[in-house]
């Protein structure tokens, strides 16, 4: 094993390896289609149904719902968060910030 690993955090390895980004971006997206995914079923939206809610296309729901898709805009996320009686919460916070409660008041909702 490699002692200069060792204590290393994985976001440590990601940033050494040029991938941060990328594969932040993936999960953020990953997460944001499960849980309108989850919404959906928890409230037995179809897709038809929840497309018709989002005044959009069925197409465009499953861009959203695809996890490998990052094609998805802030709109479209809007959207899909008031369908289901959500909101969509953003912010930008320092890249070597803690995010847990990072927005605060000032996030955009």
């Avoid at 927005?103 to 909702?109: K, M, Q, V």
Wanted: charged letters at 30%; glycine letters at 4%; aromatic letters at 6%.
């Amino acid at each position: 094993m490699n002692d200069k690993l060792i204590g290393s955090s994985f976001d440590v390895f990601l940033i050494e390896e040029g991938i941060y980004e990328e594969v932040r971006r993936v999960a953020v997206k990953r997460v944001l289609a499960w849980q309108v995914s989850q919404a959906m079923e928890d409230q037995n939206i179809s897709k038809t149904a929840m497309a018709k809610k989002m005044r959009t296309s069925r197409s465009s729901l499953d861009r959203l719902l695809d996890a490998d898709n990052s094609s998805v805009t802030v709109q479209t996320l809007e959207k899909a968060a008031s369908a289901v009686d959500k909101r969509l919460v953003m912010c930008l916070v320092d890249k070597d910030a803690n995010v847990e409660g990072a927005c605060g008041d000032f996030a955009f909702a």
